[in-house]
């Protein structure tokens, strides 16, 4: 008999989830790399002064001046490139430069007045500028001083994290009082799940952080063991753990750990654990280019304003806290994490940033792998919440993956929340039947009404309910994150008769 249970609430994670925060969304991003081909550096102007100049001098020194690192990433072949199309959108830049690359061809661009050719060493040197540009823009885009967050915008993300924390305990005790068992996913597997579609990491952080807090003074359950709080990934990633001189290999916890710990013949604590899966990669993780292994590295300060998580930059101006550990790592710098299994050197280029793209991409087993559980947790779910994710079915490949991943749940059962914004909405809280169509004909938000039309041709309407006051704003009362609003949007009572914490049969 197949697994039975599996997270309840699937919550996909998207760029509208995260625009409070000052990320941008690939739309902006593309913007943006054309103003700085452009020598256009208005979108600099409120940022701290030292991070802008920073920035800058890695645009227009490093990336140009610099004979090794220009090399590698190649700006200028990336500004030829783009400016040939003004209309380029992230997606087709991305499908364009892997097809090009796959078929080992290069680039013929007319621009100046003149055809340049790009050969195919310099489109690859584009496309890892490209990669490159992303992540440091985005990593720019969440510092308000050197090396850390806006504490201020943070804190609704923190409070959500809280609380999603604060939820799965109390679902411990629950379902511990209703007896069930320590070692199978009825007790241990959290109740929801989270797949982001951003490369940044920070709700992962967040959540790290609080679990890290709650690890360090856990509740003790009757027989004394103390609740312990992990995140699984889906796969499995390392990194390098440095005791003292020596180099050790440390994991991410996983479910087959979580259950081990549970065994009821070797108590010494109990542990519970949830999904996080980022199925298009994440700034800061790196697939060895020698090995193929799936790595990752954290800084030992744990500071949950610090922006360490999104890894090294090639400028340590742009990622201040940052601090090389092995002998390797201080040796060569410039953004290097040394695999921990094999000893290689990687570099920000050998981060593996996926936007859904037509052309076939070389299989990363790891993200193969996600993408399988991705399709199993959509499949197993009771409810979907649309986060700010919004669902771009025109991307044929995303069509197919959803409808057949949802193709096996009963769509009379399976419920979902959207969770968008629209400024310009004053109406109630929630959109359902009629109401939803109403908004649709006579908004003139058109990515809102997609996105609508889009989870519309998936889910039943029956089934929908629509919310248009954006993240955090959706989970908060008086200023602050509510509990109570947060039990109702990830388990409603409409859709959990129980409630919370809900049943397990
Ligand atoms: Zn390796």
């Not at 799965?168 to 996913?185: I, L, N, S």
């Not at 079915?393 to 399976?414: A, E, P, R, W, Y």
């Amino acid at each position: 008999m197949p697994e039975k249970y599996w997270p309840e609430t699937v919550i996909l994670w998207g760029a509208g989830a995260t625009k409070n925060l000052g990320l941008h969304a690939t739309k902006e991003l593309i913007k943006l790399i054309l103003d700085i081909s452009n020598n256009d550096f208005s979108f600099l102007k409120d940022k701290d002064k030292k991070l802008a100049d920073a920035f800058k001098k890695l645009v227009t020194e490093d990336l140009i001046k610099d004979p090794m690192i220009s090399r590698i990433y190649d700006l200028k072949a990336l500004d030829i490139i783009i400016s040939t199309n003004n209309k380029f959108n992230m997606h087709d830049l991305f499908t364009m430069l892997d097809q090009l690359i796959e078929n080992d061809m290069g680039f013929n661009a007319f621009c100046d007045g003149r055809t340049q050719f790009l050969r195919v060493e310099r489109v690859k040197a584009a496309k890892r500028c490209l990669i490159l540009l992303i992540e440091e823009l985005e990593r720019l885009s969440v510092q308000k001083t050197p090396g850390y967050v806006d504490k201020k915008k943070i804190e609704p993300y923190y409070e959500f994290a809280k609380i999603l924390t604060e939820l799965m305990v109390e679902e411990a005790r629950a379902f511990e009082d209703r007896g069930y068992k320590r070692d199978t996913r009825r007790f241990y597997l959290y109740s929801y799940a989270i797949i982001s579609f951003n490369w940044d990491p920070l709700i992962l952080w967040n959540i790290f952080n609080v679990h890290k807090e709650e690890n360090k003074n856990p509740i003790c359950f009757k027989d004394g063991l103390e609740l312990q709080l992990y995140d699984d990934f889906g796969t499995k990633v390392a990194s390098n753990y440095l005791d003292g001189d020596e180099s050790e290999i440390w994991y991410t916890s996983d479910e087959s750990q979580c259950r081990s710990i549970n065994d009821y013949n070797y108590p010494s604590r109990i542990a519970r654990i949830g999904k996080v899966l980022f199925p298009h990669g994440m700034f800061g993780s790196r697939i060895c280019p020698e090995c193929g292994k799936s790595i990752i590295t954290f800084e030992e300060k744990w500071d949950r304003l610090s922006t360490e998580i999104f890894g090294p930059s090639i400028l340590q101006d742009l990622q201040k806290n940052w601090k090389y550990k092995t002998h390797k790592e201080n040796k060569y710098k410039k953004g290097a994490i040394e695999c921990p299994y094999c000893g290689q050197i990687t570099y920000p280029y050998d981060m593996t940033l996926i936007i859904q793209s037509l052309s076939k991409q070389k299989n990363v087993a790891a993200l193969e792998e996600l993408k399988t559980e991705m399709g199993l947790l959509m499949k197993n779910a009771k409810h979907i919440i649309f986060a700010g994710y919004s669902l771009p079915l025109d991307d044929i490949m995303v069509k197919t993956f959803f409808m057949s991943s949802i193709s096996g749940n009963d769509k009379n059962k399976l419920k979902c929340t959207v969770i968008n914004y629209d400024e310009k909405y004053r109406g109630e809280d929630w959109l359902t039947g009629q109401n939803i169509y109403k908004y649709m004909r006579r908004s003139k938000n058109h990515s809102v009404v997609e996105c609508i039309r889009n989870v519309l041709d998936i889910f039943l309407e029956k089934n929908i309910r629509v919310c248009l006051k954006g993240i955090p704003e959706v989970f908060m009362k008086d200023g602050r994150i509510s509990k109570k609003k947060v039990i109702d949007i990830l388990y409603p009572r409409d859709y959990f008769r129980e409630g919370f914490p809900i049943k397990r049969d």
